[in-house]
C-alpha cells in the first residue's frame, strides 16, 4: 500500500530564515505530487504541482519554491520567510488525472515569528 | 481564478439527524468534483470524485449528487454520528491533466450528542 511522509510535523522559524519541507511518498512510482498550503480563515490553496523528476509547476507567485529531485520526494523551500508564509501545508500525491484522488500526508504546522 | 464556494461555513446538527450541505462550482470547464472530510489532528481523506452530470455517490450513511450544468453539489449525511464531526471539504479539477485542485473553504460539521 502507498504511504506519504512530511516533515517536520511542526516548526517555528523566525522572519528572514531560510526553510525546507520535505515530502515522500512510498509504495507507488511516478506520482504526481501536490504543494498545498492553508493559511488562517482560508481554503487549502494549491501551491505547486509536479509530473515528474525535475518538472515543477505554481500556481501563485509567491516567496516559495519546490524541487523534485526524485520520483517520490517532493521538497517545499524558502530563502527567507515571510509572516505571511505562516500555515499549514500539506503535501499530496495522485496517479494520474484530475479524476484521480489525492492522497495527503499528515502536514506541517510553519509559524513564521 | 477559480471560484468554488461553500455553505455553510459551519453546522450544528443534533446526533441521529440528518444533514446537507452545499459546494457551488464554475458550470464552464468542469472536469471533476472530489469531497474529502478533514478530521482535527488528521490529513483529507477522500470520499468522492464526482465526475458525470447526475451523478450520485454513497459510502455508507455519506452520499453526494453533481449537477455540473447548473455548477453544484451536495452532500447528505443520513442519521448523523459525533464521529461524522469534521470539515467537509469540496475541489474542483477543470483540467482533467495533472494540475491540482481547487478547494472550498469547506464546512465545519459538529455533531451534538
Known amino acids: ?113 | 481564478i477559480l471560484n468554488v464556494e461553500q455553505s455553510p461555513q459551519s453546522l450544528h446538527v443534533q446526533e441521529g439527524d440528518s444533514t446537507n450541505f452545499t459546494c457551488s462550482f464554475p458550470s464552464s470547464n468542469f472536469y471533476a468534483l472530489h469531497w474529502y472530510r478533514w478530521e482535527t489532528a488528521k490529513s483529507p481523506e477522500a470520499l468522492f470524485v464526482m465526475t458525470l452530470n447526475g451523478d450520485e455517490k454513497k459510502k455508507g450513511r455519506i452520499s453526494a449528487t453533481l449537477n455540473t450544468k447548473e455548477g453544484y453539489s451536495y452532500l447528505y449525511i443520513k442519521g448523523s454520528q459525533p464521529e461524522d464531526s469534521a470539515t467537509y471539504l469540496c475541489a474542483f479539477n477543470s483540467g482533467g491533466g495533472a494540475d491540482g485542485l481547487t478547494f472550498g473553504k469547506g464546512t465545519h460539521l459538529i455533531i451534538q450528542p
Open chain 1, 1 to 113: 500500500s502507498q504511504t506519504i511522509h512530511q516533515w517536520p510535523a511542526t516548526l517555528v522559524q523566525p522572519v528572514g530564515s531560510p526553510l525546507s519541507l520535505e515530502c515522500t511518498v512510498e509504495g507507488t512510482s511516478n506520482p504526481n505530487l501536490y504543494w498545498y498550503r492553508q493559511a488562517a480563515g482560508r481554503g487549502l490553496q494549491l501551491l505547486f504541482y509536479s509530473v515528474g523528476i525535475g518538472q515543477i509547476s505554481s500556481e501563485v507567485p509567491q516567496n516559495l519554491s519546490a524541487s523534485r529531485p526524485q520520483d517520490r520526494q517532493f521538497i517545499l523551500s524558502s530563502k527567507k520567510l515571510l509572516l505571511s508564509d505562516s500555515g499549514f501545508y500539506l503535501c499530496a500525491w495522485s496517479k494520474d488525472r484530475g479524476t484521480d484522488t489525492q492522497y495527503f500526508g499528515p502536514g506541517t504546522r510553519l509559524t513564521v515569528l
